[in-house]
């Protein structure tokens, strides 16, 4: 008996953390999914922020986009939406960052529709305000994601992802 209640909880112990890693990464997915969405049907030009999300009683418009690890999310100017981990790095807590950003976004692009990370030079000087250390780029045939290691002062960078819609 001791040993079943040591097993069981041995079991539940090792297999009970990863639930919710799983559960955050599906609504991760779900919500990088509807900004695909947003932005193949109009461009980010509806996306402000303030979407709420739809109630059972009444039917609200839109819905509410939640990126984990992206605490700062808007629509640029150029068209772009841009989410920011609002972190502020050293040059190797960036590279890890960025790695493992790469993993967490990677999971949800169908690899049908998807080219992943592809290499591209730092500071694409398309943003004013960034400056880009370091860049990596998927592509579908109508979107471009990219993540890139900012800096945000001399020695302190951070992680955004763009995406934007092909012409």
Do not use: H
Request: include cysteine; proline fraction near 4%; charged fraction near 25%.
């Amino acid at each position: 008996m001791k040993r079943f209640i040591f097993a069981f909880l041995l079991f539940s112990y090792c297999f009970c953390p990863a639930q919710p890693t799983g559960y955050s990464q599906q609504n991760f997915c779900n919500s990088l999914n509807k900004v695909f969405e947003l932005g193949r049907k109009d461009n980010f030009e509806s996306y402000d922020g303030t979407m709420v999300k739809q109630s059972p009683f009444l039917q609200v418009p839109g819905y509410s986009i939640k990126l984990d690890d992206f605490p700062i999310t808007y629509a640029d100017k150029d068209s772009r939406f841009v989410a920011k981990t609002n972190l502020n790095l050293d040059s190797l807590s960036a590279l890890i960052k960025l790695e493992e950003l790469k993993s967490w976004v990677g999971f949800c692009l169908d690899t049908l529709k998807w080219k992943k990370w592809e290499e591209v030079n730092g500071d694409d000087a398309a943003t004013v305000f960034f400056k880009e250390f370091r860049e990596v780029k998927a592509v579908s045939s109508d979107l471009t994601l990219n993540l890139a290691i900012t800096i945000a002062a001399p020695k302190v960078y951070s992680v955004i992802m763009f995406i934007k819609r092909k012409r």
